[in-house]
């Protein structure tokens, strides 16, 4: 690549990256929602989860128009589509919160992750194809590396301006309460929940205009195939790498979301044992997430150097054996040491996202937009796994509720195995 063609290259990049860090953003001041919701409105954690499967519902739904607009238009028109929507939906909470009700805020999380949606659909693979293919992945680990700065400031913004303001009853004590002095305390928290969501808004409509006057240099594009709709999938389908690539994505989603989203009832849970109040136990449990976060940032840089050295599918495998591992801990041994062992799968799952993609996507060719489409569809699995994990929780078990990672983990592992032996077969050939 010429160096004239890298700095044209350049400032779109930045742009785009700026994406993948503000949708980091998005996912984890939600994560801790779940909690946060369950006391606001005196709910079970499976009802909590209900902002899982609306936020990453809104992923599903998406993932497949946004696909078919880009393909039918341009990366940049569906960049700035779901910007828009993003913004949309992070201010829908300023009337959500004014109607008192759960329900308005799940339809404000589904908006949201539909513009959510369109930008991981655009920006991924068009940083795939912003020069050689065979250091795409690495591209693509690099970019990614700012997801989690973005995630990283949700949680402080989680924990210093949401749940550290609320008010400190406990849902039981909140139960208690009689009906007019609940729906009082309700709508102070509400009031505080809203304010982070109105802060990113305005920030989105920012990073939309600066898009919108930029000019994006078109995606590099391999061999011409047949667009057809029903060709294209066809391909898709017979493309084995791929096809269990969107599995294995959708199965590492889950451990994701899982992970990080139960981590604060986990923890909880510990910290009460030793004689907290449950605001100070949630707030220790969001620094201990906040930590799992910075080890999952490290762990994404080091992972893209050395890529330069190691295949992805092989760390890709030993990354998710170690996952599990650790996830055994904390089902066998669980209490502060299971905590701590939770915290440290964060850095196994650091490259996971990234690598999946890029190896689903290795060879589609000009098929990428769909081939994109359905594995962002595969956040599915964000949308699925809380709630079943969450009913493990609410039956008393929450230690072994940690099996719903587990197998997500084995699964990619398996995945990963199978692509880096037939790298090893057709080096051989």
């Avoid at 919160?97 to 991924?124: K, R």
Wanted: hydrophobic residues 55%.
């Amino acid at each position: 690549m010429t160096e004239k063609k890298r700095y044209a290259y350049l400032w779109p990049f930045i742009l785009v990256t700026c994406c993948f860090a503000l949708w980091g953003f998005a996912n984890d001041v939600t994560n801790p929602m779940v909690k946060s919701f369950s006391r606001i409105f005196r709910m079970s954690v499976t009802d909590g989860a209900l902002v899982q499967v609306a936020f990453y519902g809104g992923y599903f739904a998406m993932a497949f128009p946004a696909a078919m607009f880009i393909r039918r238009y341009s990366y940049k028109s569906g960049l700035l589509i779901g910007l828009a929507l993003y913004a949309i939906g992070a201010l829908m909470f300023i009337p959500a919160a004014g109607t008192g009700n759960y329900y308005p805020f799940l339809v404000a999380y589904f908006i949201l992750t539909c513009g959510l949606s369109f930008l991981e659909t655009s920006a991924n693979p068009f940083i795939l194809s912003l020069g050689d293919k065979a250091t795409a992945t690495r591209r693509l680990n690099l970019a990614q590396s700012f997801n989690p700065i973005g995630s990283l400031a949700g949680m402080w913004v989680a924990m210093t301006f949401v749940q550290s303001r609320m008010n400190p009853l406990g849902t039981a004590e909140r139960a208690l309460l009689p009906d007019a002095e609940f729906e009082a305390l309700k709508a102070a928290d509400l009031s505080v929940v809203v304010k982070p969501y109105v802060g990113i808004g305005i920030v989105i409509l920012v990073l939309l205009v600066l898009m919108f006057f930029t000019k994006m240099p078109k995606a590099v594009k391999g061999e011409v195939y047949d667009l057809r709709l029903r060709a294209t999938l066809g391909r898709l389908w017979r493309n084995a790498t791929y096809r269990y690539g969107v599995l294995a994505q959708f199965f590492y989603i889950g451990a994701q979301i899982t992970c990080w989203t139960f981590i604060i009832q986990y923890g909880t849970q510990v910290f009460m044992a030793d004689g907290m109040a449950e605001q100070a136990a949630e707030i220790a449990s969001q620094r201990l997430n906040i930590i799992a976060m910075v080890l999952f940032c490290a762990s994404r840089f080091v992972c893209t150097w050395l890529m330069k050295y190691v295949s992805p599918a092989k760390i890709l495998s030993v990354f998710a054996a170690i996952g599990a591992l650790l996830l055994l801990v904390v089902m066998l041994v669980g209490g502060h040491v299971g905590l701590y062992s939770l915290v440290g799968v964060s850095a196994f799952m650091s490259l996971m996202f990234p690598t999946i993609y890029g190896l689903a996507l290795g060879d589609v060719g000009d098929d990428t937009e769909i081939g994109s489409a359905g594995l962002i569809m595969a956040i599915l699995g964000g949308s699925l796994l809380p709630p079943l994990q969450a009913l493990i929780i609410d039956g008393g078990h929450m230690e072994f509720s940690f099996v719903v990672p587990f197998i997500c983990f084995m699964v990619v592992l398996i995945y990963a195995l199978t692509v880096s032996k037939n790298e090893k077969i057709l080096q051989n050939t």
